[in-house]
């Protein structure tokens, strides 16, 4: 049974409480170069990309972050680490929403400040804890537990948010291995009703990280857990979409594409069957993108 969760609204694209789980990507293009920012995500919202999300690692993002959230044709998030100021001016730029760590912005006052920042221009928080963001009182706190701490650094961050009026939240889990994942999730999703952001962070290349990413986030959308979907790959980020969509359709919540049946090729084959195969796979993909009926 899908778990039931509030409902937050980036950019007009409904996340939680039944609404379709969306796939994300992030860019990896210099966000101050608009121009080559921008043709990715047109890239990827062809793709089928539902939500984007870029770096701001400094000032001089920010103009483009602007420019990019007027000209985006999908809702942008503005990736945010250690600068909580960064986090408030991205909300000044317009940002649909921004994912940020509060266990790395400083201290409680810094997080409050981002959290009062969003609720006054009422955007949604992603709340991100990695395994790596914890702190050894944290773990010390749960016995050395990490899927136990992570619940319980999350559960903390939101608890500051919501007392300084931001309640648009939505939280990820990651570790880099599957299990520390998958167990983080389903605890975090027994105790509360944020909206769940899925991943298995760090992945690896695609030959490890599809494997990783398809069993953990399958693992929790098959247990009715999860809202959106990233598939972090050491890859181009249109790999990373054509992932997620591929685990949406094999789960059942995305109506499949047409399968493409293609053999695996033997001393018989006298062309170069793989690219012709892609090439048919893609163009599949642009056309249910476009809404077309196939």
Same mark, same amino acid.
């Given at each position: 049974?899908?778990?039931?969760?509030?409902?937050?609204?980036?950019?007009?694209?409904?996340?939680?409480?039944?609404?379709?789980?969306?796939?994300?990507?992030?860019? +990896?293009?210099?966000?101050?170069?608009?121009?080559?920012?921008?043709?990715?995500?047109?890239?990827?919202?062809?793709?089928?990309? %539902?939500?984007?999300?870029?770096?701001?690692?400094?000032? +001089?993002?920010?103009?483009?972050?602007?420019?990019?959230?007027?000209?985006?044709?999908?809702?942008?998030?503005? %990736?945010?680490?250690?600068?909580?100021?960064?986090?408030?001016?991205?909300?000044?730029?317009? !940002?649909?929403?921004?994912?940020?760590?509060?266990? +790395?912005?400083?201290?409680?006052?810094?997080?409050?400040?981002?959290?009062?920042?969003?609720?006054?221009?009422?955007?949604?928080?992603?709340?991100?804890? +990695?395994?790596?963001?914890?702190?050894?009182?944290?773990?010390?706190?749960?016995?050395?537990?990490?899927?136990?701490?992570?619940?319980?650094?999350?559960?903390?961050?939101?608890?500051?948010?919501?007392?300084?009026?931001?309640?648009?939240?939505?939280?990820?889990?990651?570790?880099?291995?599957?299990?520390?994942?998958?167990? !983080?999730?389903?605890?975090?999703?027994?105790?509360?009703?944020?909206?769940?952001?899925?991943?298995?962070?760090?992945?690896?290349?695609?030959?490890?990280?599809?494997?990783?990413?398809?069993?953990?986030?399958?693992?929790?959308?098959? %247990?009715?857990?999860? %809202?959106?979907?990233?598939?972090?790959?050491?890859?181009?980020?249109?790999?990373?979409?054509? !992932?997620?969509?591929?685990?949406?359709?094999?789960?059942?919540?995305?109506?499949?594409?047409?399968?493409?049946?293609?053999?695996?090729?033997?001393?018989?084959?006298?062309?170069?069957?793989?690219?012709?195969?892609?090439?048919?796979?893609?163009?599949?993909?642009?056309?249910?993108?476009?809404?077309?009926?196939?």
């Amino acid at each position: 049974m899908p778990r039931t969760t509030r409902r937050i609204s980036l950019g007009g694209v409904p996340v939680g409480a039944g609404a379709p789980v969306t796939v994300q990507s992030m860019t +990896n293009t210099r966000t101050d170069d608009v121009a080559a920012t921008m043709a990715q995500i047109e890239e990827l919202a062809s793709a089928g990309c %539902d939500l984007i999300r870029v770096a701001v690692p400094d000032r +001089n993002s920010l103009a483009g972050l602007a420019e990019l959230v007027r000209e985006s044709p999908i809702p942008v998030i503005a %990736d945010i680490h250690f600068d909580y100021r960064l986090a408030i001016s991205a909300i000044e730029a317009g !940002a649909h929403a921004i994912r940020i760590n509060p266990g +790395n912005l400083g201290g409680a006052d810094r997080a409050t400040a981002v959290a009062k920042a969003a609720h006054a221009a009422a955007i949604p928080v992603r709340i991100g804890v +990695n395994t790596g963001s914890l702190t050894g009182q944290q773990l010390a706190a749960c016995s050395g537990q990490r899927p136990e701490a992570m619940v319980a650094a999350a559960r903390e961050y939101c608890t500051m948010f919501e007392e300084a009026g931001c309640h648009a939240l939505k939280v990820s889990l990651k570790a880099s291995d599957v299990a520390t994942t998958v167990t !983080a999730c389903r605890l975090f999703a027994a105790q509360t009703d944020y909206p769940l952001h899925l991943g298995v962070t760090e992945a690896g290349t695609p030959a490890a990280g599809l494997v990783k990413s398809a069993i953990g986030i399958g693992a929790l959308l098959l %247990d009715g857990i999860g %809202d959106t979907i990233r598939v972090s790959l050491t890859a181009p980020p249109i790999e990373e979409v054509k !992932a997620g969509l591929r685990i949406l359709e094999a789960v059942g919540l995305r109506e499949a594409a047409p399968e493409i049946v293609s053999c695996p090729t033997c001393g018989r084959t006298r062309i170069a069957l793989q690219p012709l195969v892609e090439a048919v796979e893609d163009e599949v993909r642009r056309v249910q993108a476009s809404g077309h009926t196939i």
